[in-house]
């Protein structure tokens, strides 16, 4: 009996649509710089005011989404390559901007800030992308007018599950399974029931 109340529970469990959760997921310009022994993007851990660049960088921007607390960032797409990017002036800086795939966002470009060398990636950043748009607690917000407002805004990760939630139909496989396994569980009873009532037979 207990066995099979554990199994119903389980089972139970398994069955009951999961709650809708919607994700701590944001929109934001995220800060990358390439490892040039490795030609891989790091996430940047400090900020673009801060982080000093040099000669023959690449720095990246990417508008993206966090799809959660736990996934990594996505680094931005495009090329990586300094001396495509800045062919004629090699002390420059690369800069590589993604706008996301979003509708109506721009394709991504690469730039050359052949100045700003021993600057900050902001800088480098305001020489090719004009106009910057900041928080007001300097977190960037908008590159070349993109997004146009906003700043960091939390996005739905659930609107398809809530779309499925509405339709009553949506629901019915659920209850359907919930009465197989209800019908098993009786039955797991009754069979347990007259398995002890044969038995206290058989010893009498």
């Known amino acids: 009996m207990r066995r099979a109340l554990a199994l119903l529970g389980a089972v139970l469990l ?57 996934a990594p960032p996505q680094a931005p797409r495009g090329t990586t390559e300094h001396a495509g990017i800045c062919p004629d002036a090699p002390d420059g800086v690369a800069v590589v901007i993604d706008f996301g795939t979003a509708d109506g966002a721009p394709a991504a470009r690469t730039a050359c800030a052949a100045g700003a060398a021993g600057s900050t990636a902001a800088a480098a950043l305001a020489e090719v992308a004009e106009p910057l748009r900041y928080g007001s607690d300097g977190l960037l917000c908008g590159i070349s007018d993109y997004p146009a407002t906003g700043c960091g805004e939390p996005v739905a990760a659930a609107e398809e599950e809530d779309e499925a939630a509405d339709d009553g139909a949506s629901f019915l496989p659920t209850i359907a399974t919930l009465s197989a396994v209800a019908l098993l569980a009786v039955a797991a009873l009754w069979h347990n029931r007259r398995r002890r009532r044969d038995d206290a037979s058989g010893a009498a």
Do not use: I, K, M
Request: glycine content about 12%.
């Open 14 to 70: 398994l069955c009951v649509p999961a709650t809708q959760a919607w994700a701590a997921s944001y929109t934001y310009w995220s800060f990358w710089q390439l490892n040039a022994e490795s030609g891989a993007w790091g996430y940047a851990t400090q900020g673009p005011g801060t982080a000093r660049v040099s000669g023959g960088d690449v720095v990246g921007f990417h508008f993206t989404t966090s799809e959660s607390a736990t």
